[in-house]
């Protein structure tokens, strides 16, 4: 199965739609097969005095709160229809996260998104998880600054809600059902994780892709990643380890005022990591151990046959002495070696003549 990139705009529109649609164009004619973008009500997601991340100190005034940045790059609900048109004519899947209850409502149904998209910061936030289990529709759940005991109660609220939410929202509800089968089961058929490590950019050292196979046996779970570091290396590492998502923050301009600019692949760049996460999928193939046929020609020139050492008569005996293996792999293989010494040869041999049966 190829793997899904998730080209991820974020906010990197700068509260334009005429930019974003661009980021559109630009993402899909890099080979994303999904845009990503963040859908919230700036009063419903933060406080009027929240501070401001430290990435987003570095790469944004620090006059400015987080209330007011946000709102700043919040747009409209009429500019999400035309941006979903964006994606629809650009031929790529409009995707959003939905950062409040509000929002989730608004793109599932109005916007009629085929799926959810949940933020690693709001692994905790049981309205909002449940809220988007509740609509039945597959869940992408990013799980940077997680623990395993944090995602599985965000699965235990998800769970419930795909099983329609039936008694009183509680742990004990969720706990339920995520260790009853059916909740399982729809994880199973619904949920998607992505391994991420929130910071940006996200430091090598940090990125630990070896916690993707520990999500994969803890949960047996869809794994995917989502990736904040720089370059393309861990993209492709993700990509080799089996992830079946990739997203990476999307930019037209790193040197751009926002607070994703600087941790967000230019267009080449996501071209390439594009073009190295496909060449990856090539060559990983299938799990089964096979002669390909493009080795078949070299198999037959360095593979050895068994040959005659000297002159043979028919008559005499095969042995150390007068038995060989020799290239090319044409004739009786040469692992047969051992069970020809001591047999009668059945016809006379020229030195290096192939033995035949």
């Known amino acids: 199965m190829s793997c899904e990139i998730i080209a991820e705009v974020g906010v990197n529109h700068n509260g334009s739609l005429e930019l974003a649609c661009e980021l559109v164009k630009q993402a899909a004619a890099c080979g994303a097969d999904v845009v990503k973008f963040q859908t919230y009500q700036t009063e ?3 406080c009027f005095d929240a501070p401001k991340a430290g990435y987003q100190l570095r790469s944004s005034s620090g006059a400015e709160s987080q209330f007011q940045m946000l709102k700043r790059l919040e747009l409209t609900r009429r500019e999400f229809h035309a941006l979903k048109k ?3 004519e650009a031929d790529v899947e409009f995707l959003s996260t939905p950062f409040d209850v509000e929002s989730a409502r608004f793109l599932k149904d109005e916007l009629k998104v085929g799926r959810f998209k949940i933020g690693s ?7 909002l998880l449940l809220e988007v289990a509740l609509s039945g529709k597959p869940v992408i759940l990013s799980t940077g600054m997680s623990n395993f005991q944090e995602i599985e109660s965000a699965l235990g609220m998800i769970a419930f809600g ?3 939410g039936k008694g009183r929202p509680c742990q004990a509800s969720f706990r339920e059902a995520w ?9 199973e058929r619904n949920v998607t994780l992505l391994h991420c490590t929130s910071q940006y950019p996200a430091p090598l050292l940090d990125t630990n892709l070896l916690a ?3 999500l994969e046996a803890r949960f047996g779970l869809r794994l995917g990643f989502s990736d904040h570091t720089e370059g393309l290396a861990a993209a492709a590492a993700a990509a080799a380890l089996g992830a079946v998502m990739i997203e990476k923050h999307f930019t037209l301009d790193k040197t751009m005022n926002g607070p994703d600019h600087k941790a967000s692949l230019e267009p080449e760049e996501f071209k390439d990591m594009v ?3 496909r060449e990856v999928e090539t060559v990983l193939g299938s799990s089964v151990k096979v002669i390909v046929d493009s080795e078949r020609p070299t198999r037959e020139v360095a593979r050895r046959s068994l040959v005659a050492a000297t002159a043979i008569k028919r008559g005499d005996v095969f042995s150390i002495e007068n038995l060989i293996a020799k290239r090319p792999g044409t004739g009786i293989s040469a692992a047969e070696y051992w069970d020809w010494i001591g047999t009668v040869a059945q016809k006379d041999y020229r030195p290096d ?5």
């Open 44 to 46: 419903k997601l933060v």
């Open 86 to 88: 964006c994606c629809e």
């Open 121 to 127: 910061g709001d692994v905790t936030c049981g309205p």
């Open 162 to 164: 795909y099983l329609g």
């Open 179 to 187: 260790e009853s089968e059916a909740g399982r089961a729809a994880l």
């Open 212 to 214: 993707m196979k520990a």
């Open 275 to 277: 073009r190295l996460v």
């Open 353 to 357: 003549e192939m033995i035949v049966r």
